[in-house]
T-cell receptor, first 113, second 114 residues
Framework: AQTVTQSQPEMSVQEAETVTLSCTYDTSESDYYLFWYKQPPSRQMILVIRQEAYKQQNATENRFSVNFQKAAKSFSLKISDSQLGDAAMYFCAYRPGAQKLVFGQGTRLTINP | DGGITQSPKYLFRKEGQNVTLSCEQNLNHDAMYWYRQDPGQGLRLIYYSQIVNDFQKGDIAEGYSVSREKKESFPLTVTSAQKNPTAFYLC?????????????FGQGTRLTVV
């Protein structure tokens, strides 16, 4: 079974500091996609960043970057210069090719001013 | 504007009733999904469809049914067999694979049993 595990139910960080959210996944596939989604209090799901497994280079989107370790099946999200607007639930998701999209349990991120 | 629309935003169901949640997309996506989210929890897959007239059960399909008669539409029926239907329901769509494969989500439907 394909599973995604986020081991940190809650995290907090001081504004302007850096925080890393963890995600591991279990798969026997070699070609797949990984995503981080943000869900603010409005509950609208917003794509933060994505990574194709065949790419060795870690994806970066402004203050958001990932540390993709394919052999370890790890896909962590680093948020630099944290802002109050980053407070949300963050979900890691995995998709093998054209198959279903599987989500982790989520990490609630709090930003302390 | 292209997007994915769920309706209604709030829905109340009496015990023993079937209710249908609407999901429409104009993104020309082949794949569509239904997820259930309970308070403080992640998204659990109910059903997904990769093409018109075809769909597969997800992890928690019992008590739910879907149809995919049109590419744009993927309605979810919550039947009376679903014992604990109170939850937040999210619909999503995506291209089935390759580049630009991220899922786009609707704004969700909050279903409450009264």
């Amino acid at each position: 079974a394909q599973t995604v595990t986020q081991s940190q139910p809650e995290m907090s960080v001081q504004e302007a500091e850096t925080v890393t959210l963890s995600c591991t996944y279990d798969t026997s596939e070699s070609d797949y996609y990984l995503f981080w989604y943000k869900q603010p209090p409005s509950r609208q799901m917003i794509l933060v960043i994505r990574q194709e497994a065949y790419k060795q280079q870690n994806a970066t989107e402004n203050r958001f970057s990932v540390n993709f370790q394919k052999a370890a099946k790890s896909f962590s999200l680093k948020i630099s210069d944290s802002q109050l607007g980053d407070a949300a639930m963050y979900f890691c998701a995995y998709r093998p090719g054209a198959q279903k999209l599987v989500f982790g349990q989520g990490t609630r991120l709090t930003i302390n001013p | 504007d292209g997007g994915i629309t769920q309706s209604p935003k709030y829905l109340f169901r009496k015990e023993g009733q079937n209710v249908t949640l609407s999901c429409e997309q104009n993104l020309n996506h082949d794949a569509m999904y239904w997820y259930r989210q309970d308070p403080g929890q992640g998204l659990r897959l109910i059903y997904y469809s990769q093409i018109v007239n075809d769909f597969q059960k997800g992890d928690i399909a019992e008590g739910y049914s879907v149809s995919r008669e049109k590419k744009e539409s993927f309605p979810l029926t919550v039947t009376s067999a679903q014992k604990n239907p109170t939850a937040f329901y999210l619909c999503a769509s995506s291209h089935p694979g390759g580049m630009n494969t991220e899922a786009f989500f609707g704004q969700g439907t909050r279903l409450t049993v009264v």
